[in-house]
């Protein structure tokens, strides 16, 4: 990225407060991302768990597969699904407070008793898939904050802070060559002087 500059003490001046401040923001921005990818390693870790969970509950009950087929799937439904935003690195996560669900009336009487336990089974199960779902979209939002995060270090780190320097030793070069000048043109001058003074 080339930074467009001018050869004077003022666009020095303000090329050394940005260069300043991208240097001072650098650390921060390395700890978030640092701190980002630790948390998409744990939700990452949190969905593997969960896909297991639910494979290991799901072989659990594939004893009463040839029940499932009687079983009524509409006695039980999602009622709603209560959840709060908890801000992870700067980032704001979804977080699983509850899953509340709505049983649908029916005669225990008239129904196969396993009917309870089946209901028990399809909460457990819908419960673990909302929650999986939940760690899910938190691996996804902190991984892409994690890639714009390693997006801004390398920007600061590679391009712009090495950009700012080199503005910056060029204006300095520049500056001190006028000044150079302007002392050997004034030396010249003045010997110049001293010459026809001595002539006179």
Request: hydrophobic residues 40%; glycine residues 4%; without cysteine.
């Amino acid at each position: 990225m080339a930074i467009n500059f001018q050869y004077n003490k003022t666009a020095l001046q303000g090329l050394e407060k940005q260069l300043k401040v991208r240097v001072k923001a650098l650390p921060t921005i390395k700890n978030k991302e640092s701190a980002l990818r630790v948390e998409v390693k744990k939700a990452k870790d949190e969905v593997k768990r969960l896909n297991k969970l639910l494979e290991e509950t799901i072989e659990e009950y594939d004893s009463m597969m040839a029940l499932w087929g009687e079983f009524d799937v509409s006695l039980v439904r999602v009622k709603d699904v209560k959840m709060s935003v908890k801000k992870i690195a700067g980032v704001q996560t979804p977080i699983l407070d509850g899953v509340e669900f709505e049983i649908a009336q029916f005669s225990v009487f008239s129904k196969p008793k396993w009917f309870l336990d089946g209901i028990k089974v399809v909460k457990e199960l819908a419960e673990i898939g909302i929650e999986q779902e939940f760690f899910n979209q938190k691996m996804i939002l902190l991984d892409h904050a994690r890639k714009k995060t390693t997006q801004k270090v390398n920007l600061f780190e590679k391009v712009q802070i090495p950009g700012y320097e080199d503005a910056i030793r060029k204006i300095k070069r520049f500056l001190e060559d006028k000044e150079n000048l302007s002392k050997s043109a004034q030396k010249i001058v003045k010997s110049r002087q001293e010459t026809r003074e001595v002539e006179s």
